[in-house]
């Protein structure tokens, strides 16, 4: 894994794809990433599931092309099931996603799962305004 390694919370590709508020944002960050970021196959789902209401598949799996997919594994239930905070258990399998897989830094739009994970030492969260 490279180092400055970015995981992407599912909020950011959602908003790219479903044309929602933060979808600028979400294409400013992105811009400025030398390497592919890491989403999990929970994201990939939901862009998928949520995006084929209004993107064609072919264009869905052209877009996730652009990023590398990390599967969810039993330790990463294991570890959101122990670590939840916020009552938010997707919230917590990303996390267990991303540090499971080295990931340095993870990009959320959410402020209370920025918050709530903002101490962990082995992964920092990034909130974007």
Same mark, same amino acid.
């Given at each position: 894994?490279?180092?400055?390694?970015?995981?992407?919370?599912?909020n950011?590709?959602?908003?790219?794809?479903l +044309?929602?508020?933060? !979808?600028?944002?979400?294409?400013q960050?992105?811009? +400025?990433?030398?390497?592919k970021?890491?989403?999990?196959?929970?994201?990939?789902?939901?862009?998928?599931?949520?995006?084929?209401?209004?993107?064609?598949?072919?264009?869905?799996?052209?877009?996730?092309?652009?990023?590398?997919?990390?599967?969810?594994? !039993?330790?990463d239930?294991?570890?959101?099931?122990m670590?939840?905070?916020?009552?938010?258990?997707?919230?917590?399998?990303?996390?267990?996603?991303?540090?499971?897989? +080295?990931?340095?830094?993870?990009?959320?739009?959410?402020?209370?799962?920025?918050?709530?994970y903002?101490?962990?030492?082995?992964?920092?969260?990034?909130l974007i305004?």
């Amino acid at each position: 894994m490279p180092s400055n390694a970015l995981f992407l919370d599912a909020n950011i590709l959602l908003a790219i794809i479903l +044309g929602r508020n933060k !979808r600028n944002q979400a294409r400013q960050l992105l811009k +400025g990433q030398k390497e592919k970021p890491y989403i999990s196959a929970l994201t990939a789902h939901l862009v998928v599931h949520f995006g084929q209401a209004i993107v064609e598949l072919p264009t869905l799996r052209k877009f996730l092309g652009d990023y590398i997919v990390l599967s969810l594994e !039993r330790t990463d239930f294991e570890w959101a099931f122990m670590n939840m905070r916020g009552n938010d258990f997707e919230d917590a399998l990303q996390i267990a996603v991303a540090i499971r897989n +080295g990931c340095d830094s993870f990009a959320t739009f959410d402020k209370d799962l920025a918050k709530n994970y903002e101490e962990l030492l082995t992964i920092k969260t990034k909130l974007i305004d």
